[in-house]
Nanobody, 122 residues
Framework: QVQLVESGGRLVQAGGSLRLSCAAS????????MGWFRQAPGKERDFVAGINSWNSDYADSVKGRFTISRDDAKNTMYLQMNSLKPEDTAVYYCAAQLGYQGYRNPRLFGSWGQGTQVTVSS
């Protein structure tokens, strides 16, 4: 089990930027596929972005605005969010998956953080 802690969420105006961080407590962080998901009130948890050692993937709704990255030396993953919209408001979760089975299905991720709230005001 990987311990994950997200940070960086806050209230921001539409058009603004935020960077979320996800710190992992694991010795072999580089072998994990990492993902960002988000959940708005009353909605399902949706895929945002995923990354492993050789590629990354994005939901269509964030492509071109969000950038996922990771620093394996620091056991940390990031999500740079630009041009934020009110519809980006949600609790953002990071998740870890040993190896790679896919990015978009949350059931493939065995470890989750507690979430960080992002609120975008219009």
């Amino acid at each position: 089990q990987v311990q994950l802690v997200e940070s960086g969420g806050r209230l921001v105006q539409a058009g603004g930027s935020l960077r979320l961080s996800c710190a992992a407590s694991v010795r072999t962080f580089s072998i994990y596929t990492m993902g960002w998901f988000r959940q708005a009130p009353g909605k399902e948890r949706d895929f945002v972005a995923g990354i492993n050692s050789w590629n990354s993937d994005y939901a269509d709704s964030v492509k071109g605005r969000f950038t996922i990255s990771r620093d394996d030396a620091k056991n940390t993953m990031y999500l740079q969010m630009n041009s934020l919209k009110p519809e980006d408001t949600a609790v953002y979760y990071c998740a870890a998956q040993l190896g790679y089975q896919g990015y978009r299905n949350p059931r493939l991720f065995g470890s989750w953080g507690q979430g960080t709230q992002v609120t975008v005001s219009s």
